[in-house]
């Protein structure tokens, strides 16, 4: 099992930043990757961005948020970031940490809430 803990959402005013914390802990050795996801009101849950660990380090993110957000991981903490730039209020929504097991389980925070004001 692998448990995970977000932090450090809150309000912020359009064009400000704001970074999201991860700490996990549990069975890390199994984990592949970790990301972020975020569920706007409404809408479905979408993949943020997400890191490879424990190898290239290699990371991906979604159209929307490339060149503002850059997600990191600290693997000696077992955290992962995401540091967020230039935020749109439709980047309102919670986000939530993820970690991908090896075998392909998702494991899953409980999220944290990122409200953008225009």
């Known amino acids: 099992q692998v448990q995970l803990v977000e932090s450090g959402g809150g309000l912020v005013q359009a064009g400000g930043s704001l970074r999201l914390s991860c700490a996990a802990s549990?069975?890390?050795?199994?984990?592949?990757?970790m990301g972020w996801y975020r569920q706007p009101p409404g809408k479905q849950r979408e993949l943020v961005a997400i890191?490879?660990?424990?190898?290239?380090?290699?990371?991906n993110y979604a159209d929307s948020v490339k060149g503002r957000f850059t997600i990191s991981a600290d693997n000696a903490k077992n955290m992962v970031y995401l540091q967020m730039y230039r935020l749109k209020p439709e980047d309102t929504a919670v986000y939530y940490c993820?970690?991908?097991?090896?075998?392909?389980?998702?494991?899953w925070g409980q999220g944290t809430q990122v409200t953008v004001s225009s």
């Open positions: 993820n970690a991908g097991h090896f075998m392909g389980w998702q494991y």
């Open positions: 549990g069975s890390i050795f199994s984990i592949k990757t």
């Open positions: 890191i490879t660990i424990r190898s290239d380090g290699g990371t």
